[in-house]
């Protein structure tokens, strides 16, 4: 009697039929305020990106004849140095930095997990091949190489992602490399090999998903860093080019300002905190509740 039910409990508590959503909506309902304060702001610059046409009072490259503008109901942040709203430029700085960051971020997680996937299951020659290169572009600091590589192929939008994707994709590799190691010694591995199975049935059957929630915690972080990365290279003046706004040049742009007391440069600036901290607060949340533990409260 005592077996069924504890079958019957243990059934209960692991109800085959519950969906993922659920289990996502309970994971949300326990996830502290810090958490759900980087969600919000996180949704928030989502829409403003996708919707920025629509919530932009002008055009992106829309010139008005008064330069340097103060803040009126025309203009509520007023204009920059060539007579661009401010207002009009941030919002269409939130599509064009978070879009390239997206995207950025997304090929470098598929340059980086594919080519540490295969060096954890090949092995021998191809694993020291592939993780010597890798040794030798992390020996040259990421910024300086991005200015180097700049220089060399243009500033244009798909320069700029496809080198700093190459690059940023040296940390997912060396993540994947060492997680798929540790999860291709194990004993159900080497049984899928004897069984037969293909390579990449073992690949996506088997060792992608018991390492990819750390690389998805680890894809938040570097989005972080890309986002910061092409920020930069904007305000250097070899990121994201003129007329397309973008927060980073928008800081260089409008810097003298601060000489004047005028918080207009500080508006780009504090987006980019507020968006950096936000998804540190998400991805913070999601290593706790992936480690299991426990708040206190």
């Not at 958490?35 to 989502?46: D, E, M, N, Q, T």
């Not at 992390?138 to 080198?163: D, R």
């Not at 997680?179 to 004993?187: K, M, T």
């Not at 092409?230 to 990121?239: D, N």
Request: hydrophobic share 50%; charged share 15%; with cysteine.
């Amino acid at each position: 009697m005592s077996t069924i039910q504890n079958t019957t409990s243990q059934g209960k508590r692991f109800k085959p039929g519950r969906s993922r959503r659920g289990r996502a909506w309970k994971a949300l309902s326990r996830a502290p305020l810090s958490a759900w304060f980087g969600i919000v702001v996180v949704l928030a610059y989502a829409g403003t990106a996708l919707f920025a046409p629509q919530l932009a009072p002008y055009g992106e490259a829309q010139v008005f004849p008064e330069p340097f503008a103060p803040w009126s109901s025309d203009f509520v942040l007023g204009t920059d140095q060539l007579g661009r709203d401010v207002l009009t430029r941030l919002i269409y700085g939130a599509r064009n930095t978070l879009g390239i960051a997206v995207i950025t971020t997304a090929l470098s997680f598929f340059f980086g997990v594919s080519l540490g996937v295969t060096a954890a299951l090949l092995k021998g020659w191809v694993d020291q091949a592939l993780s010597r290169s890798v040794d030798i572009v992390l020996s040259i600091p990421g910024l300086i190489f991005s200015l180097m590589l700049l220089a060399i192929f243009g500033s244009n939008v798909w320069s700029l992602i496809l080198i700093i994707a190459v690059l940023d994709s040296t940390n997912f590799y060396r993540l994947a490399r060492t997680s798929g190691l540790s999860i291709a010694s194990l004993e159900f591995i080497e049984a899928a090999r004897l069984r037969g199975e293909r390579s990449t049935w073992i690949v996506f059957r088997e060792i992608l998903p018991n390492i990819l929630p750390p690389l998805i915690a680890e894809a938040g972080l570097r989005f972080c860093f890309v986002f910061l990365t092409i920020s930069a290279l904007s305000f250097l003046g070899v990121g994201i080019q003129p007329p397309t706004a973008d927060w980073g040049s928008m800081v260089r742009e409008n810097a003298t300002l601060i000489t004047y007391g005028d918080i207009t440069p500080l508006l780009p600036a504090a987006a980019i905190g507020l968006l950096t901290v936000a998804v540190n607060f998400v991805v913070d949340w999601f290593l706790t509740n992936l480690s299991g533990i426990k708040d206190g409260h």
